[in-house]
């Protein structure tokens, strides 16, 4: 009804009509007379796109099934990788191990690769929500300077790593109302990657302004910039830069997470 | 008497014409229609009616 309503008002119109087991391709299109260019009928052409349709509603169940799957499957990795965690950094403390240093490089490192599995699967399991819209909102007030002061403390070990200075350009204090678990994981994709792609002595400078209808965030680096025409891709999924060389293990999930969230968050 | 080697040559022409259209229309592995301002099926055609069951107008 709405093709021929569209067609009727002068307009070319197509949908997917189901009639049956059967889908047609249908355009509409109006008939107009030539000299006046009134519409004085509709024409319509509908094409049998059954096969197609049933293909892509196969695919739309793969992909389906492929998202609950990866969710799944991080889901119950995170509880053993956390114990895991928790384990190696018992024996991190143990006389034993500080004893030897040898083996306080070989735990060092186990614990290393342990956080990276960890970081892995959050980040799959953070891709799987936004898949399966699962994602839910719930706004409140947070106090964003000691949000990011936490969050940073984490980053240490990547600090220590290239010798980097944290630079703070904010305020004292700054409420924000938002989703605190989801701006967490923004703030925390792109301080990861601001440490993670910096030079050895660079920097990590952390901007916070508040404007007029919104909070400017910025954190940046000293390391290598994206290569120009590749910015408008940095969001999209599995996308890393060609200039990012072996040294820099990653998924190309990060920046993807982190702008969807903001997206969800509005 | 009157000379109508040209009407007969219009009528030819026309009718090849519409011979050639309806071959594409009737053929089309598609249904091909047309609608009134009132909603009213004008024409019905296409190979794929087949597929609803219904044949040409």
Known sequence: MKGFKTALAGEVYREILQIENIYFDIFYSPIKEEETSKVIGVIGMAIDVTESEKFKASLLELDKSKSEFIATASHQLRSPLANIRWGLELLQTDPLVLANPELQKQVESVHESNLKVINLVNNLLDTSRIYSNKLSNRPRKIEIIKELKDLFKNFEREKMRLDLEVLWNIPDELELKVDQNLFKVVLTNLTANAFKYNKKNGAVVVFVKEKKNFIEISIANTGKSIVKDEQAHIFEKFYRGSNVTMEFEGTGLGLYIASNYMKFLG | ?57
């Open chain 2, 1 to 57: 008497m009157r000379d109508v080697t040209d009407e007969l040559r219009v009528k030819r022409l026309l009718a090849a014409s519409e011979q050639r259209f309806r071959l594409v229309v009737e053929n089309a592995q598609a249904i091909i229609f047309a609608l009134s301002p009132d909603g009213k099926f004008i024409l019905s055609e296409g190979k794929k009616l087949s597929l609803l069951g219904l044949k040409s107008s």
